[in-house]
T-cell receptor, first 114, second 112 residues
């Protein structure tokens, strides 16, 4: 079985601060990991992914994430945060080499105060 | 830019009625997915498909059927709609495993 946990339902910070959104996963083999963002009233958009190789991956809008196999995490980071980053962020896992089942976490709602 | 279109975008259905949500993609993607989004649950996978004429059960398939008559089209069918199926439904597609998922705009379903 595969699962994704985003332990923080809400995160609030001030513009200019550093943001880190947490994501942990459960899967016995090598995972494919993704981050997607959903702006208010919109659908989801791709931010970045980790498939293999370099454990720090960079994505769109200045975001990056670090894959840590040791503690099964894939945290999303950005510095500095901007008010326009306010949105809901979803971490997702695909069992590598499987039939492409893609499981999402519950999401973290980020509010950046200007 | 990948295009995934859903219809209807919004619907009010009566309990016990039949509802069909349609999804169409124009990018020759092999994989298609149906998710529902609820407050407190995030996105949950209902059904998915990686080839025409074949569908797979996701994490919450009960009460839903799926149909993939062609590579471009993927439908979600609620034979007997229930109040608990009130949600926003997203269709998504991608080319193959490990690739970026492209989402439709969502279909808001209210069952009364």
């Amino acid at each position: 079985a595969q699962s994704v946990d985003q332990p923080d339902a809400h995160v609030t910070l001030s513009e200019g601060a550093s943001l880190e959104l947490r994501c942990s996963y459960s899967y016995s083999a090598a995972p494919y990991l993704f981050w997607y963002v959903q702006y208010p009233g919109q659908s989801l958009q791709f931010l970045l992914k980790y498939i293999t190789g370099d454990t720090v991956v960079k994505g769109t809008k200045g975001f990056e994430a670090e894959f840590r196999k040791s503690n099964s995490s894939f945290n999303l980071k950005k510095s500095p945060a901007h008010w326009s980053d306010s949105a809901k962020y979803f971490c997702a896992l695909e069992a590598g080499g499987s039939n492409a089942k893609l499981t999402f976490g519950k999401g973290t709602k980020l509010s950046v105060k200007s | 830019e990948a295009a995934v279109t859903q219809s209807p975008r919004s619907k009010v259905a009566v309990t016990g009625g039949k509802v069909t949500l349609s999804c169409h993609q124009t990018n020759n993607h092999d994989y298609m997915y149906w998710y529902r989004q609820d407050t407190g649950h995030g996105l949950r996978l209902i059904h998915y498909s990686y080839v025409a004429d074949s569908t797979e059960k996701g994490d919450i398939p009960d009460g839903y059927k799926a149909s993939r008559p062609s590579q471009e089209n993927f439908s979600l069918i609620l034979e007997l709609a229930s109040l608990s199926q009130t949600a926003v439904y997203f269709c998504a597609s991608r080319q193959f495993s490990g690739n970026t998922l492209y989402f439709g705009e969502g279909s808001r379903l209210i069952v009364v």
